[in-house]
């Protein structure tokens, strides 16, 4: 594996590999609304942030392919996912911002030369946007798409395609992950997690007992400082 000479110790054998929704970014407020507006363009009213947080964490064309069946949706899967993906980068291209301890964070490791890569249930182009509108493309380069692999999570495919793109061992590799199908596909994957649940009501979930470290509160409870250090000690651990 190649890292920069100016790795700290503990991470010359390390890379990180971000989530992008509701763990680098908070666009699952877009997502929502994209969804909403697609499902009442189709007949059906009155879709909840409630109904919502069901699909946090699954890819967007495994949820369509879901909405399909339970709403009886007549419109063709690419049709549905082109549209909503067109909402989306709409809403995303307005306003999507980057949490502030997760760009910190973000910093920190490509100060220290931490090989990094994205691997999304998103489409490239949302991923290309987000990165793009927040900043964070120049720090984070190699990116996965779901589109980009034969399964999403909670299958391991784009975090194994992440690995390989980075050049490196899936037993090197970190993942930062918000939704339990993540967590989930990180330990198929061999790799380590570390958990910021995006829902409160599932930092309880099993999915996340597997993972190194977890942020029970979230966002509010992570901070850049607290992830390197349990990175930097827990590599130099292993």
């Given at each position: 594996m190649s890292t920069s000479s100016s790795s700290a110790p503990g991470l010359a054998h390390t890379a990180v590999v971000f989530d992008l929704d509701g763990t680098l970014v908070d666009s699952e407020p877009n997502y929502f609304e994209a969804g909403r507006q697609l499902l009442a363009a189709q007949g059906v009213p009155d879709f909840t942030w409630q109904e919502h947080e069901r699909y946090v964490g699954i890819s967007t064309a495994e949820t369509l392919a879901i909405w399909r069946e339970k709403y009886a949706l007549s419109t063709p899967l690419d049709r549905l996912l082109a549209e909503k993906n067109r909402l989306y980068l709409e809403l995303a291209a307005a306003e999507t911002h980057a949490y502030p301890q997760m760009r910190a964070f973000v910093e920190l490791l490509h100060a220290q030369g931490v090989p990094m890569a994205v691997a999304s249930g998103s489409s490239r182009a949302a991923i290309t946007a987000i990165l793009r509108g927040t900043g964070l493309d120049a720090l984070l380069t190699t990116l996965v798409s779901a589109e980009e692999v034969q399964r999403g999570k909670?299958?391991?495919?784009?975090?194994?395609?992440?690995?390989?793109?980075?050049?490196?061992?899936?037993?090197?590799?970190?993942?930062?992950?918000?939704?339990?199908?993540?967590?989930?596909?990180?330990?198929?994957?061999?790799?380590?997690?570390?958990?910021?649940?995006?829902?409160?009501?599932?930092?309880?979930?099993?999915?996340?007992?597997?993972?190194?470290?977890?942020?029970?509160?979230?966002?509010?409870?992570?901070?850049?400082k607290a992830a390197y250090d349990w990175l930097r000690t827990s590599r130099v651990a292993s």
């Open positions: 909670p299958e391991p495919d784009v975090f194994l395609e992440a690995a390989r793109r980075l050049g490196v061992a899936p037993a090197d590799c970190v993942v930062l992950e918000d939704a339990a199908p993540g967590a989930v596909a990180a330990r198929k994957a061999g790799m380590g997690c570390i958990a910021i649940p995006y829902v409160a009501a599932t930092a309880d979930d099993p999915a996340f007992a597997t993972a190194g470290l977890v942020f029970p509160g979230g966002q509010r409870e992570f901070t850049a």
